[in-house]
Nanobody, 125 residues
């Protein structure tokens, strides 16, 4: 089992920055990748960023590439999402997720077994 707890969401003006945290616990040693997804009201959940546990490769959705950075702190068992140059369209509930499936399609939410409870990010114009 893997437990995930997000924090760091809030209200920010367009152009501002936020850093989301995802504290992990449990059998994280079995993780293949950690990712962030988001879901805006009335929209489907969408992939934001992923970090492969072995090797540290990162992947981003085109909509956030160059603005968001996914990273990890192994000592703190925490994964971060640094969000810069935020736009109103970034407003959503952000979820971190963990997959233990080797070779999983990282942009597909169905690849992930473990999810956090979500944290709200609101960007005002």
């Amino acid at each position: 089992q893997v437990q995930l707890v997000e924090s760091g969401g809030g209200l920010v003006q367009a152009g501002g920055s936020l850093r989301l945290s995802c504290a992990t616990s449990g059998r994280t040693s079995s993780s293949y990748a950690m990712s962030w997804f988001r879901q805006a009201p009335g929209k489907e959940r969408e992939f934001v960023a992923a970090l492969r546990w072995s090797g540290g490769s990162t992947y981003y959705a085109d909509s956030v590439k160059g603005r968001f950075i996914i990273s990890r702190d192994n000592a703190k068992s925490t994964v971060y999402l640094q969000m810069n140059s935020l736009k109103p369209e970034d407003t959503a509930v952000y979820y971190c997720a963990c997959t233990v499936v080797l070779g999983a399609t990282l942009a597909n939410g169905w690849s992930y077994k473990y999810w956090g409870q979500g944290t709200q990010v609101t960007v005002s114009s």
